[in-house]
């Protein structure tokens, strides 16, 4: 199953005590590179997020956004620092007895001195919060995939319908080629016979020279290794996983037998196939930088 690097997926889960929203976007990478976005409190959950991003997507540019709020009214707690107020006390007591004043301190004035009452954030349920979380994930993991499958696939036909015209040009040269051969030997046969007029031909010398022209534009061995490489594609885009990769290796391979086509040609019908044969490759390894 081809997949696209690029895709975008949401998803959200919320509950009278929490609400967790997920989105993430790609776009085309030559490897996988995660960029996470998200409150300080879930920081503690990176290495997780990633490890599950990674089962899902192989390559791309990833960019993950995740938003946290908490419902929950009883989070804080209010403490009473015990030592702390005694020590206010403790050294009021002295400061009374040092300068002869009264000691008017009551327990409303001494409650509102520095962290004799604190608010103290309640440990949250790790394991709870990464339910919800990694359900957040995979829930925008679903919808992302769906996209990257749904992209592949589009990219996979368009490539087909490309692999198949190339098919038919390659056809087309190795159907002229003998074609050619035919036409030069006439060609030099008929110019032979012009220059000598009525003496007679060598034959064995004609037949020299044509084999000598066949071996300089003799193109077999590129069409049977561009078949190979446009079956190769074509078996490649039924794999599944990762395939990015070896097919942009293929359409290099491909690429080179087409330039050497190109180069052999002296006949403009031939040379017209191998340039359309050259841009259909382009058109493909333009395409499969978008395939995962």
Known sequence: MVKSMTGFGHFEVSDKDRRIAV??????????????????????????IRSLIKEHAGRGKLDVFITY????ENNFCLKYNKDIAAAYL????????????????????????????TLEEQDIDEKELWGDLQKALLGALEEFNEARVKEGENLKKDIIV?????????????????????????KLKDRVSELLSDAGIDESRIL???????????????????????NATKDALSEEGSVGRKLDFIAQEMNREANTILSKSNDLST???????????????????NIE
């Open 90 to 117: 403790s050294y009021i007591k002295e400061m009374a007895e040092d300068f002869s004043i009264e000691n008017d301190v009551r327990v409303s004035v001494l409650s509102r001195y520095p962290e004799v009452f």
């Open 162 to 186: 490309k692999l198949d015209e190339m098919l038919e040009d390659v056809s087309y040269i190795e159907k002229r080629a003998p074609e050619i051969i035919e036409e030069y030997r006439n």
């Open 271 to 289: 040379s017209d196939k191998a340039i359309d044969l050259k841009t259909n490759i382009e058109k493909v390894r333009e395409q499969i930088q």
């Open 23 to 48: 989105e993430m976007k790609a776009v085309n990478h030559r490897y996988l590179d995660i960029n996470i976005k998200m409150p300080k409190k879930l920081s503690y959950f990176e290495a997780s």
């Open 208 to 230: 020299t020279e044509v084999t000598i022209y066949a071996d300089k534009i003799c193109v077999d061995e590129e069409i049977v290794r561009l078949k190979s490489h446009i």
């Open 69 to 72: 709020e908490d419902f929950t």
